[in-house]
């Protein structure tokens, strides 16, 4: 299960060199259907991973409440570093740094070892 995670996540680093590269509306659809695509299999896995490395089932809705949480501030924060980002680099600086968190976020799973 971490593979996918760790693969999709991969994959949307990898969607966000393709507006670097490709810097027309064909390279924003191509990044669209790339990026699309692996946040959808990120999802999905990520949250199926988080439910078997749950400490209790019976405190399940608590934990998913916090892991909700944990996906709501970044989304918030991430505006107004994004505006910082292109006022600073501009939006090829933020398409980067974007990748560069991104393959960061996708190996802090390699540490998860408990999956029942």
């Not at 027309?24 to 988080?50: E, H, I, K, P, R």
């Not at 974007?98 to 029942?116: D, E, F, S």
Request: net charge positive; proline share 3%.
């Amino acid at each position: 299960m971490k593979v996918f995670v760790i693969v999709s996540g991969v994959g949307l680093a990898l969607s966000l060199v393709i507006p670097l590269v490709l810097r027309s509306y064909t390279g924003m659809m191509t990044f669209s259907l790339a990026n699309g695509f692996a946040f959808g299999v990120y999802m999905a896995v990520d949250t199926a991973l988080v439910n078997k490395v749950l400490p209790q089932a019976e405190d399940a809705a608590k934990d998913l409440g916090v892991m909700n949480m944990s996906i709501g501030f970044p989304q918030i924060l991430s505006a107004s570093l994004g505006a910082a980002i292109v006022g600073t680099i501009g939006y090829r600086g933020l398409f980067a740094v974007a990748g560069v968190i991104t393959l960061a976020g996708a190996v802090a799973v390699l540490p998860v070892r408990k999956v029942r």
